[in-house]
C-alpha cells in the first residue's frame, strides 16, 4: 500500500471549493475530497506553527507535551524526564514511527523542523528530504523533488510519503506570471465598508494598518506581501494574493496526483490532506496571521481518501491530535497511554460518529489564550492578549457569526458559564494525567509573554499614536506596564 500525507501550511478550510468557498482555490485538493471522507470541524489543539505540529506528532496536547510557544522555554517538548528508557517512548510512539510500525517505508519532504529547530518532527522517518529554506521554498521546488523521490520508489511497497507545501504562508510568492486570477471575483461580502473602517481602528498586531505584525513594509522580494491596506482595492488585493497562494499550491498537488494515476497508483494509495492552522481575514481586525484560539485559527482541514472506506462528509468535533489513535486502530495496533487522542476509526470504517462533545484549543505564541468550541459556539478567555485588547471573555455564535463579529460574553453568561465549566474539567484531567506539576501557558506568561509580543510594545505604541490611535496605546501602556520598565 502506499500512502501520501499532504501537509497544507496555514490553509484554512472555507477557502477551499470542498468546504463550500465561492471561489476556484482547489480544484485538485477539491476532486480528492471527493474520492474520500471530508471532516468540517476539524480543529489543532495548540496554534500556531510549531504547537500544532507537536501536538499531531505526539498524540498530545500542548499541556502535556510543553511545547507552545515559538520561543523561550516553551518551544521545545518536555524531556520525558524519570523513567526515560533507553529510548524516548514519546517520540517511539509518534506519528511517523507509527507507520514504521505497520510496515511503511518512512519520508518526508520538509523543512520545517530546522525552521523551528524542532527535530523531533524527524522521529520515525527513515528518509528525510530538507529543502533548506526554513519554508521560504515554493510549491515547485518541493514538486520537484516530491517527483524525484517518487519516481525512485515506484517500484517500493508500503511507503508512506510526507510532504510540506508552505505558499498559503506569509509572505505570499505565488509566481508574478501566474497575474491574479481572482481580480474580477468579489471581495467576501461580511468584509463591508463599514466593517472595513471598523478595522483600521483595530489596535494590535496584523491590522490592515500593520500587515506585517507591527509594521507596514513590505518584505523585499516578495510584491505579493502588502505592508499594510489602506483601501478596499488594497484589502482586496491581501484576500486575492493568499487564495492565489492557495491556487497555485493546489496545481503543484495535481501534478503529483497526475503522476499517480499515471503509474496506476492513486486508486489504491491512500491521502490524507490537512494543516497545522488557518488564517485569519479579518477575523476579529486580524489579517494575514494565525495569532489567536479563534474558530478561524485553529480550525482546519482533514480529508482522508483511503481505498476501501467510507466516503462523505463527517460533521463531528475532532482535534488533529486525534488521527494517531485512528491510525493505530485501524492499522491493529495497540495504543500508547501519552496519547490524549481519541480514535475515529469506526466514521472511516462504519461511518458512524465518533466527534466529541466539545474542545479546548489553545495559542501560546502570539497571545495566551484557551478557547472552547462546544455546540455552533465558540468562548475564548484571554491570560495575555498579545497587544489587541482584547476583553477577558468573548463569545461567539458561529452559525449565525462564523467571522466573530459580535461579542456575545455579556449577553449570555449562562453560555460563559457553560463554556468555563468544561474548560475547568479539561483542565482537571489535563493537570492529573500530567507527568509535571506545571501549565507550560503559565510558563509562557512568567516569562514574559508570548514569543510574537515581546519587547515590541514600545515602538508599537509610538506607532500608534502617530497613526490615529492614541486612546489605544493609552491602554496599552495601562495594561502592560511590564513592558515599558528596562
Not at 192 to 219: A, C, I, Q, R
Not at 425 to 451: A, C, K, Q
Request: charged share 25%; with cysteine; net charge negative.
Amino acid at each position: 500500500m502506499k500512502f501520501l500525507m499532504l501537509d497544507l501550511d496555514t490553509l484554512r478550510p472555507d477557502h477551499l471549493g470542498c468546504y463550500g468557498y465561492y471561489r476556484h482555490t482547489s480544484p485538485n485538493l477539491d476532486a480528492i475530497a471527493s474520492d474520500g471522507m471530508r471532516f468540517d470541524n476539524y480543529h489543532c489543539s495548540d496554534a500556531p506553527c510549531l504547537p500544532s505540529r507537536a501536538s499531531l506528532v505526539t498524540g498530545s496536547f500542548g499541556i502535556h507535551n510543553g511545547a507552545i510557544n515559538h520561543g523561550d522555554t516553551t518551544a521545545d517538548l518536555r524531556i520525558f524526564g524519570e523513567g526515560r528508557d533507553f529510548h524516548d517512548s514519546v517520540l517511539e510512539n509518534n506519528l511517523f514511527f507509527l507507520f514504521r510500525r505497520a510496515g511503511f517505508y518512512t519520508a518526508t519532504i520538509s523543512s520545517f523542523a530546522e525552521r523551528h529547530s524542532s527535530y523531533w518532527f524527524n522521529a520515525g522517518f527513515h528518509e528525510v528530504i530538507n529543502c533548506g529554506e526554513r519554508g521560504d521554498e515554493t510549491a515547485d521546488e518541493v514538486l520537484s523533488l516530491t517527483m524525484k523521490w517518487l519516481e525512485s520508489n515506484k517500484e517500493r511497497d508500503n511507503w508512506f510519503l510526507h510532504i510540506n507545501m508552505w505558499d498559503p504562508h506569509t509572505p505570499y510568492r505565488a509566481p508574478a506570471e501566474m497575474g491574479n486570477p481572482f481580480a474580477d471575483s468579489p471581495m467576501p461580502e461580511w468584509i463591508t465598508p463599514e466593517v472595513f473602517e471598523k478595522h483600521k481602528k483595530h489596535v494590535g498586531p496584523h491590522s490592515v494598518n500593520e500587515l506585517g505584525m507591527y509594521w507596514d513594509t513590505s518584505p523585499v522580494g516578495y510584491p505579493r506581501q502588502a505592508g499594510k491596506a489602506s483601501t478596499i482595492k488594497e484589502l482586496k488585493d491581501v484576500i486575492d494574493n493568499y487564495d492565489c497562494d492557495i491556487l497555485y499550491m493546489d496545481s503543484r498537488i495535481g501534478k503529483i496526483i497526475d503522476y499517480l494515476k499515471q503509474n496506476d497508483f492513486y486508486d489504491d494509495c491512500a491521502i490524507i490532506v490537512t494543516s497545522d492552522h488557518g488564517e485569519n481575514m479579518g477575523e476579529l481586525g486580524i489579517y494575514s496571521e494565525h495569532g489567536t484560539a479563534d474558530e478561524i485559527t485553529t480550525r482546519i482541514p482533514m480529508i482522508i481518501k483511503w481505498p476501501g472506506m467510507r466516503t462523505g462528509v463527517d460533521k463531528g468535533l475532532h482535534y488533529s491530535l486525534d488521527l494517531l489513535p485512528t491510525l493505530a486502530e485501524i492499522f491493529g495496533l495497540p495504543s500508547y497511554q501519552y496519547w490524549d487522542g481519541k480514535s475515529y476509526a469506526p466514521t472511516l470504517l462504519k461511518g458512524a460518529d465518533c466527534g466529541r462533545e466539545y474542545l479546548v484549543v489553545s495559542q501560546g505564541s502570539h497571545v495566551c489564550q484557551r478557547s472552547v468550541r462546544f455546540d455552533h459556539y465558540i468562548y475564548i478567555h484571554t491570560y495575555h492578549d498579545g497587544y489587541h485588547l482584547f476583553p477577558r471573555e468573548m463569545l461567539f455564535d458561529l452559525q449565525n457569526d462564523y467571522h466573530e463579529q459580535y461579542n456575545l460574553a455579556d449577553t449570555h453568561p449562562e453560555l460563559c458559564e457553560k463554556a468555563c465549566r468544561y474548560l475547568v474539567n479539561w483542565l482537571h484531567d489535563m493537570m492529573m494525567t500530567s507527568r509535571t506539576d506545571s501549565d507550560p501557558m503559565w510558563t509562557v506568561i512568567r516569562e514574559g509573554g508570548p514569543y510574537h509580543a515581546k519587547g515590541n510594545l514600545p515602538q508599537y505604541c509610538e506607532r500608534l499614536e502617530k497613526t490615529g490611535r492614541k486612546a489605544g496605546a493609552e491602554k496599552l501602556r495601562k495594561i502592560h506596564p511590564e513592558e515599558f520598565r528596562h
